[in-house]
């Protein structure tokens, strides 16, 4: 098609909308010009929803009714038609006689337009076609649809647009809705696991004076009041620490982390995390609690722990396979660091396998470098990736038999890290020393390395047990457990550039 004819016809789309526009305005003024102004009416007597009904038929036929929701179709208007009603459950079909509304109420419902909302009283019945429906005795109408939907889901392709007017997509797409119904069964039974088993939810502040408890580059804002700049949290780890620190012993926090990073299929900048405390465990156990919570959230939620996400069958039940970082990079990369002992022995074998190196980097930070680009794709089962190099953990105690390694997992699922846990540094004095080499990161121009908090020091002089800890991206399993491809395709209104 010409660029002239594609002009031709969007200009053409966008006058019959117009006209469309003009139409239903014009009809919403007749309406409040005869005193039926649908905006006037505060509530409506909703005894029903689609769904009972055709799951209770049987039980229910013959029995006077009312329920609401939104015209999707219309057809057949002579003296009586049929239009499709959608509520939040489903659709059903309402008969709507002349003789049996009115024939001023008939006259108005024929004027309806697709979209518009209505409440409706009547019999439950079965046609002759065998489709269980509403013979309508009263019909309201209790909003007026001023713009058309799209017919059907070809009318907006655009994914961009799915994402901006949301509000379409659930009226039009019900798997759309019925992955968000889904979202909140599987976080309603993370929290039920860990009520079950005594830990307590608790709520920690989203405005910090310090960005700490991950590396990640934060959102910055100012206090008017107090004259400071604060920033929107990265993690609630620190928080939370505290609070085992002053007894509580378990403790979980969800909401939502903010990160002034890049976006892909796999970030948004606001998203949601959990993360997880119990005072005199370790990574250990960290990984039994991961592992027994992921499998029975797919359970519960799904009714399975055997799934398939985009064409990758992957099975979730445990046990699930463990693997230590340097035995995941000799696996996949055929290099085995038990043989390098120096920085620049790490750094050539780095480039024998034609992995950029930046300046200054250290054996650790090599090895996990290396871990990524090669191993991570390669973990499609669950598994659980152990003992860090202490570089790139500064919040994890180390192992005290080689102090160069953590006691930090990573879970893989897919390819994708799903959670990140260890057991919690405690020794105030390494932590210190330890903030002290991110701040000089920080200075040597890195955004995300943490900041010095101090008062998370001085908690940490009054005693933290042995701790175990642990954070669980709550979209990306989200994304997995409805086999979605995108971090937007499970946020209701995900971040997105303003239009011009």
């Given at each position: 098609m010409s660029e002239e004819n594609m002009q031709a016809n969007q200009q053409n789309e966008e006058q019959d909308l117009s006209e469309l526009l003009r139409i239903r305005r014009s009809k919403l003024k007749d309406l409040q010009d005869n005193n039926n102004d649908p905006f006037k009416i505060v509530k409506y007597d909703v005894q029903n929803s689609t769904k009972n009904i055709l799951d209770n038929f049987e039980a229910l036929e013959g029995q006077n009714t009312s329920i609401a929701g939104r015209v999707m179709s219309k057809r057949g208007m002579g003296k009586a038609g049929f239009c499709d009603l959608q509520d939040r459950d489903g659709r059903i079909q309402l008969y709507v006689r002349k003789d049996e509304v009115g024939e001023e109420s008939y006259e108005l419902f024929k004027k309806y337009d697709i979209g518009d909302i209505v409440g409706v009283k009547g019999e439950i019945f079965k046609t002759h076609m065998g489709q269980i429906s509403i013979k309508v005795k009263e019909i309201t109408l209790l909003s007026k649809s001023l713009l058309p939907l799209p017919e059907k889901w070809h009318g907006l392709k655009d994914t961009d647009l799915r994402y901006r007017q949301r509000y379409v997509d659930l009226i039009v797409n019900p798997e759309v809705k019925n992955t968000f119904i889904l979202r909140s069964k599987i976080i309603k039974s993370i929290r039920k696991f860990l009520?079950?088993?005594?830990?307590?939810?608790?709520?920690?502040?989203?405005?910090?004076?310090?960005?700490?408890?991950?590396?990640?580059?934060?959102?910055?804002?100012?206090?008017?009041?107090?004259?400071?700049?604060?920033?929107?949290?990265?993690?609630?780890?620190?928080?939370?620490?505290?609070?085992?620190?002053?007894?509580?012993?378990?403790?979980?926090?969800?909401?939502?982390?903010?990160?002034?990073?890049?976006?892909?299929?796999?970030?948004?900048?606001?998203?949601?995390?959990?993360?997880?405390?119990?005072?005199?465990?370790?990574?250990?156990?960290?990984?039994?609690?991961?592992?027994?919570?992921?499998?029975?959230?797919?359970?519960?939620?799904l009714g399975t722990t055997k799934i398939v996400y985009q064409g990758q069958e992957v099975d979730l039940t445990p046990s699930w396979n463990r693997m230590s970082m340097i035995e995941a990079v000799r696996k996949y990369a055929g290099v085995d660091f038990n043989d390098i002992k120096t920085d620049d022995e790490a750094k050539a074998a780095a480039e024998a396998k034609k992995v950029h190196v930046k300046a200054g980097m250290t054996r650790g930070e090599i090895l996990n470098l290396m871990f990524e680009e090669f191993a991570e794709s390669n973990l499609i089962q669950p598994t659980f990736i152990y003992d860090y190099p202490v570089e790139v953990s500064p919040l994890t105690k180390r192992k005290p038999d080689c102090p160069e390694l953590t006691e930090r997992f990573e879970l893989f699922i897919t390819g994708r890290e799903m959670a990140n846990a260890y057991s919690e540094l405690n020794d105030p004095i390494d932590q210190k020393e330890r903030f002290l080499g991110q701040v000089k990161k920080r200075e040597s121009g890195d955004e995300e390395a943490n900041m010095m908090d101090e008062d998370y020091i001085t908690a940490l002089e009054y005693g933290l047990p042995p701790t175990g800890g642990l954070g669980i991206g709550v979209d990306r399993l989200i994304i997995l457990l409805t086999d979605s491809a995108s971090i937007r395709d499970i946020l209701l209104f995900p971040t997105m550039k303003p239009r011009d």
């Open positions: 009520d079950d088993r005594g830990f307590l939810e608790v709520d920690t502040p989203l405005l910090n004076t310090i960005p700490g408890g991950a590396t990640a580059r934060p959102f910055v804002t100012h206090h008017n009041t107090l004259d400071i700049d604060m920033y929107l949290r990265i993690a609630p780890e620190l928080y939370l620490k505290r609070l085992i620190v002053g007894g509580m012993e378990k403790v979980y926090e969800m909401g939502r982390m903010f990160r002034n990073e890049g976006m892909s299929v796999k970030h948004n900048p606001e998203f949601t995390l959990m993360e997880v405390y119990e005072a005199y465990t370790d990574y250990k156990g960290m990984m039994d609690l991961t592992e027994n919570l992921i499998s029975t959230v797919a359970m519960e939620a």
